[in-house]
């Protein structure tokens, strides 16, 4: 039988993430995995669950059941998925770029575009344009800032010419 340590590895592989970005998205400190043994608390196992709610809190800490739940969320992957629902085995295509699909746990799929040309969420869109606008502002002022070390670093090489 494995380990919870082995179960949050297999975990993390099927997520393609990492350790310091999972213990980032959970809340918990960089070496948390490495320091896991036989047991975990029940505030960080909470933390890990509100993260990532697919993941079976069962399953992790005893091995009994399924890794990912019930109505999980599939995102941008490719390929294909099954999923037990209800004792019914569920073959699910994977969605196009820029949808996901939500596998509710009565096994009804519902699709949702994520591209942001789709109107009919303007308040996200209106955010990430400002998103983008801050960024660019803030490029900006780094470039600026460069500059101006830049002009300063040339400044103080004259100076140790002329000595």
Do not use: H
Request: some cysteine.
């Amino acid at each position: 039988m494995s380990t919870i340590k082995e179960r949050l590895t297999d975990f993390l592989s099927y997520k393609g993430i990492g350790q310091i970005k999972f213990a980032e998205y959970a809340g918990l400190s960089r070496g948390f995995v490495n320091i896991l043994g036989d047991g975990i608390s029940s505030k960080s196992l909470n933390k890990i669950s509100k993260a990532f709610p697919e993941l079976n809190t069962l399953w992790l800490t005893t091995g009994e059941g399924n890794m990912i739940n019930s109505g999980m969320i599939i995102g941008e992957n490719k390929g294909n998925a099954a999923q037990n629902i209800s004792g019914n085995m569920v073959n699910v295509t994977m969605p196009e770029s820029g949808t996901q699909k939500i596998i509710k746990p009565t096994g009804e799929v519902e699709i949702q575009r994520l591209d942001p040309s789709d109107k009919s969420n303007p308040g996200e869109l209106d955010r990430l344009q400002q998103r983008i606008q801050d960024l660019e502002r803030i490029i900006s002022e780094k470039d600026a800032t460069i500059k101006s070390k830049d002009d300063l670093i040339c400044v103080l090489k004259d100076m140790l010419n002329r000595q």
